[in-house]
Every structure is written in structure tokens, then in C-alpha cells.
């Protein structure tokens, strides 16, 4: 475990010793919250607020993530100044009269936060409905995804146009951490509603380009584009992007539709791509410097009108880390 010098500690131990500021860190430690979610929970001023806020990011506490005119605070996952104040949480009394008044006003929060998100679910309920009544199942789709990732534990898991979080709730148990990425805040709201009813804090959303993604080179070991590429008129480089951020050895699982004729689907919900075919994603998949280790077609065998399939690719990053003096060396798997 990394540790760090004595005056590192002395400036973290400082930026937590003052009492709004550690009520902020145990709130940020449950989940995203803006800065107005934190005044009204505090109950004070924008201004102090964002004071707080601003010497807890410079001690390394804390990150910051914005989504159009709103910013998004968390506490950082990663690194000794997060494991130490996470340690002091951990003493914290759970029975403090501050604390419980914020974690009261936290869940009011959360509740406006999970019926906005509703009304937004229920308004376009009936379009999702439509959709998938033209293929098998989201169960069965499901059962098949978990089955081929298999149960064998990974680090940090990638879901590219997470919509409402389903994949990060599906494959919670397989990963240590995840982070969703959405072009759209209002699928982002739905999937922080599901996270927080979850009590998910493993996994994180955020608001991205899937073409430009917002995230360092080699950094998953596990990437998921659920029902994503149709809509791009690039999957290919939607593709490539997905390599780019994957670990060497790291897997890559594409869940989409098969070649099909239903042309409504460009007019009535924005398809761009009618499908697509093995060797095209193969084909995308090796120029991106992936190999394709399984393929998997799914038919709607009890479908009485014209019906998708769904397909699932898998494939994987072929290199594998070798020894190699202080920096990262790679090499082909045999």
C-alpha cells in the first residue's frame, strides 16, 4: 500500500480538521453531489460552501466533474489521502447530531433526485417498451453477457453509453470500481437514481463523448458497450476508442443488433446503423488491435412479426504486461 511523508499528512489531517469540511467529506463519500445539494443539506451559503470545497480539492481529497452549467463533487476513490480520511470516517459516531441531521437531508436528496429521475423513465417508458418487444428478452440478453465475462473478479469495469446503469448494477459483483459514461444527463440523473437506490458507491457516472472519451489510456480491464453502436454513424471509432482505454489482456463486450430490414427504426428511434454483421465487427474489432474470442447470436425464435437478434461480441486486448526495468513493456499473447 502507497504511503506518503509526514507533511503530506500533516496538510491532509489539516484540510479535514474543521467541522463543515469533514460533514462534507462523509457526505461526498456516499455519492455525487453538486454544491447546491450541499447547501441545502448544510445549510449554508453557496460561497463558504465552495471555499470548503476548494481546499478539499487542492489536498487531493475530493474530485470534480462537470455536466453542462453543473459540477458534480465526489470523494476520490484512489490514493492515501482518500484511504486516510476513509479511515477516519470509519471512527466516525454514527450517533453525532450533525451527522445525522445530514444523512436525513442527504436522503431527501436522493428521494428528489429518484423522483425526477422517474418522471423522466415514465415519459419515455413507452418508446423503450416498443423497442424491446422486437427481440428476445433483456433477461435472457443478460444471462448470456454474465455468462461469457464469467465471475472472475476485475479492477475498474467501463460501461460506454450507460443510459440508466443497468450494466453497472448487472456485473456489480465482477468489478472493484466502474464508471459509466453518458452523452445524455437526463439517462445520467435516471442512472444516479438507480446507483443511490442501490447504495452503489463502487460505481461512478459521468457525462462524455463516447468518440472522445474523458479517461486515461489503459486504464479497464473490462469495457461494455450495451446497445450503443447503432446510433453512431462511427461505431468503428467508437471501437477504437474502447481499445484505447483498455489495460493489456483487458476484455471488450459489445452487445448490438444483427443486419436487419426494420427501416422505421432510423424515423422512429434514431438508428443510424441497421445492424451489424460478424466479419464487419470483427473487422473493427482487429483494427483496433483486439481479438474476437466469441460470438454469440441471439434470435427472437417466439417473435409472430419481424423480429432483432441480438448479438454479443467478445473480445480481448492481446497483449500482456512483461517485465521490463521501470516502464511498461508489452507483449503479444501467444
Known sequence: ?????????????????????????????????????????????????????????????IDRYQEGAWAYFRLRDEGPPARLVRQILAHASLEDSALERDVARLAAVKQARAEKAEAYFAQHAGEWDQMRRLHISEAEVEECLVSLIGDKPVQNMLDLGTGTGRMLLLLKDVYRRAVGIDASRDMLAVARANLDAEGLTRAVVRLGDILNLPLESEDFDLVIIHQVLHFLENPDAAIA??????????????????????????ADHAHLRLGFSHQAMEDWMQEAGLDVEKVIDLPFAAASEPSLTVTVWLARDPRRLVAGGNEKTFARSV
Open 1 to 61: 500500500m502507497a504511503k506518503f511523508d509526514l507533511e503530506t499528512m500533516v496538510e491532509v489531517l489539516k484540510a479535514v480538521g474543521e467541522p463543515t469540511r469533514l460533514r462534507l467529506i462523509a457526505l461526498l463519500s456516499a455519492g455525487d453531489l453538486t454544491v447546491s445539494d450541499l447547501t441545502d443539506i448544510l445549510g449554508q451559503s453557496q460561497p463558504r460552501i465552495s471555499r470548503h470545497l476548494k481546499l478539499l480539492s487542492e489536498a487531493g481529497l
Open 241 to 266: 476508442e474502447a481499445a484505447r482505454v483498455m489495460r493489456p489482456g483487458g476484455r471488450l463486450a459489445v452487445i448490438d443488433f444483427a443486419p436487419h430490414d426494420l427501416e422505421y427504426l432510423r
